[in-house]
């Protein structure tokens, strides 16, 4: 029997285990309520359209980011810049990283991308199967974004921990999370300090030591504040896209073999996968004012969720939403979101996961799930593989 | 056919890009902007799909009679 609309929404959840089924969910509140209240979290109201999505995230002034963009939060101590930002501050961040991450530099980085995405393929590629999270979808964003970053990769197991206690920790253990998080600022206090004493090298690290904002240079606080997000930011989501996308190749051999044989079509397939098998199902604002928005009266202090996993799914965007379609033209999805926050790591992650599966593709063409309990869609959590037919 | 790209509206997304680079460019932060005003008559389809797939909306093509 099916569970009542109205307890669906007043439990509706987007962490962990709710994302099992998140689809079949998100598939009932727009069709049955697509803005609701959850009482989850400390409460929340949630926006399920695509439609919606797209006029909240550009309606700044009433839906702020500065009060904090996830619920549970990563216990941060200030906000995270710049995605906790509004404007006129935002724009002004943005502009101190966003070059690093413009499509020409991606273009430029990509050699590099392939060379490590080989690197860690040589490792398995030969044997009969493999764990892919483990040795592939969720290093291959690691190295490559330290990399870019400047976080040194003696220190890729304490990023690992740390990801993983902040992310998934918090909605266990806000205490675990909270250790995490001062565990990272006195890390990255640390890192800048050392890099203060040599000449400042061309990374996210570097940039951030020379860069300025309203003609003066960034504090010490706001470049911490940048380092932790990028952290936080450049790793686990991209090993996620990964890891869900080849979840989905494995279960699906006429996709795989397209794929394999005509590498040219891995670009759109990644825009669909992004669009059904997203990391960031879901962020978080607060209302500034007393508000009517799409039948809903809101109020100061709010919080509102905007769920792009079911905006990417909705009926009145998309043909067929729930149909994974390698081929669809029609795709103007919201994964990276929209408006002024859109994800400024969007053309790398891209750029990451399109080698990532043309590489594995070209090495590994035939693969399935090992024999057990069969791997959920989301998260970076073990994807066992056997390879071959 | 006549493409233009409304630069308010564009924040980089790059989908225009990565599907017809041949009409769209980027400049270093990554906003697009259009190479040719009049786009060739073999880039008519890919520029729709690339105005189709903005998820911003910010392209704008103009169709007349001569195309």
């Known amino acids: 029997m099916k569970q009542p609309i109205e307890e669906l929404a007043r439990n509706f959840d987007f962490h962990g285990k709710a994302l099992d089924d998140a689809f079949g969910t998100y598939q009932r509140l727009r069709q049955e309520c697509p803005v609701g209240h959850s009482d989850r979290e400390g409460g929340f109201w949630f926006f399920s359209r695509y439609d919606h999505v797209f006029k909240i995230e550009h309606d700044t002034s009433t839906f702020s980011s500065a009060q904090g963009v996830l619920l549970p939060p990563f216990y941060n101590p200030r906000p995270m810049i710049p995605i906790e930002t509004d404007p006129p501050m935002l724009a002004k961040y943005r502009r101190i990283l966003i070059d690093m991450f413009s499509p020409k530099t991606v273009d430029a980085v990509t050699p590099f991308v392939t060379k490590v995405a080989n690197d860690l393929l040589d490792k398995f590629a030969d044997d009969t199967g493999a764990d892919v999270a483990e040795k592939f979808a969720r290093p291959l964003p690691m190295i490559v974004f330290c990399s870019l970053a400047g976080f040194p990769s003696e220190d890729y197991d304490r990023f690992q921990d740390w990801v993983e206690r902040i992310i998934y920790g918090r909605t266990s253990d806000p205490e675990v999370a909270k250790r995490a998080v001062a565990e990272v600022y006195a890390y990255f206090e640390q890192l800048f300090e050392l890099r203060q004493q040599e000449p400042p090298r061309e990374d996210v690290m570097g940039r951030l030591l020379v860069a300025k904002v309203d003609g003066r240079p960034l504090t010490v606080e706001e470049r911490l504040d940048i380092a932790f997000l990028a952290l936080l930011g450049g790793l686990e989501t991209t090993a996620w896209a990964i890891r869900s996308n080849l979840w989905y190749l494995a279960q699906h051999p006429d996709d795989r073999r397209r794929l394999a044989e005509d590498p040219s079509l891995i670009p759109m397939a990644v825009e669909e996968f992004l669009r059904c098998l997203s990391p960031v199902q879901t962020m978080v604002r607060t209302v500034t004012k007393d508000v009517e928005f799409e039948g809903a009266s809101l109020s100061t202090g709010d919080k509102v969720v905007i769920v792009y996993g079911s905006a990417n799914r909705d009926e009145d965007k998309f043909e067929a939403p729930d149909e994974i379609r390698i081929d669809r033209e029609d795709n103007p999805h919201l994964a990276f979101g929209i408006g002024p926050h859109r994800c400024l790591g969007a053309n790398l992650a891209r750029r990451e996961v399109t080698v990532a599966l043309g590489e594995f593709l070209r090495r590994i063409p035939e693969f399935r799930f090992a024999d057990g309990e069969p791997p959920v869609w989301h998260g970076i959590g073990p994807l066992p593989m056997v390879f071959g037919d | ?67």
């Open chain 2, 1 to 67: 056919m006549k493409v233009t790209v409304d630069r308010e509206a564009c924040q980089g997304h790059n989908r225009c890009y990565l599907l017809c680079p041949q009409v769209f460019d980027v400049d270093d932060e990554g906003y697009a902007f259009v190479r040719v005003e009049v786009v060739p008559q073999e880039f008519e389809r890919k520029v729709q799909l690339a105005a189709r797939n903005c998820p911003e909306r910010a392209i704008k093509i103009e169709t007349s009679d001569q195309g």
